[in-house]
């Protein structure tokens, strides 16, 4: 697995939910479940991943690949790791995992007021294509959709 100075990304494991679920509840207002995370571990669509920095679990990312798409469906870094790289090398490792699958295109949302989220996406090489109104809840809120092509 890909490693720098600061964090190594790992599969995640039952061993790594504690702090994924805790990065979660702090991150999301509507957060996913124990359940939810342990279905995407087991599930052969799912790719799921953490950072690990030192000890503890500073960010994690779950992505869907069908076909020859891949969907960013989730991913968070622990307040304390943010602005370090952590989601940008996640990010980096999953496209790099989808190329190696076979897939020609990335799509993600992200809350429009989100905005280090859709600068990072764009440093990616994401463009906004949509923008879907109040797709989040609580807030209420509209959800830019965002594409990346990984054949260029």
């Known amino acids: 697995m890909p490693e720098t100075s600061a964090f190594v990304i790992h599969e995640m ?3 790594h939910l504690p702090g994924v679920l805790a990065i979660e509840r702090a991150s999301y207002p509507a957060p996913w479940s124990e359940t939810a995370f342990t279905n995407e571990m087991t599930s052969s669509a799912s790719v799921t991943i953490v950072a690990v920095a030192g000890q503890s679990v500073a960010g994690f990312l ?27 090398g996640m990010m980096a490792w999953l496209l790099e995992e989808a190329v ?17 989220g859709r600068s990072m996406y764009r440093k990616l090489g994401f ?3 949509a923008l879907r109104k109040s797709y989040y809840s609580n807030p209420v809120e509209d959800a830019v959709v965002m594409v990346k092509s990984l054949r260029e």
Request: glycine share 10%; proline share 0%; charged share 25%.
């Open 13 to 15: 494991t039952r061993e």
């Open 62 to 88: 779950v992505g869907w690949i069908a076909a020859d798409q891949l969907h960013v469906a989730n991913i968070a870094v622990e307040a304390g790791y943010r602005r370090r790289g952590i989601g940008n």
């Open 100 to 116: 190696r699958r076979g897939c020609a295109t990335s799509t993600l949302e992200v809350r429009e007021s989100n905005q280090a």
């Open 127 to 129: 463009r906004s294509v």
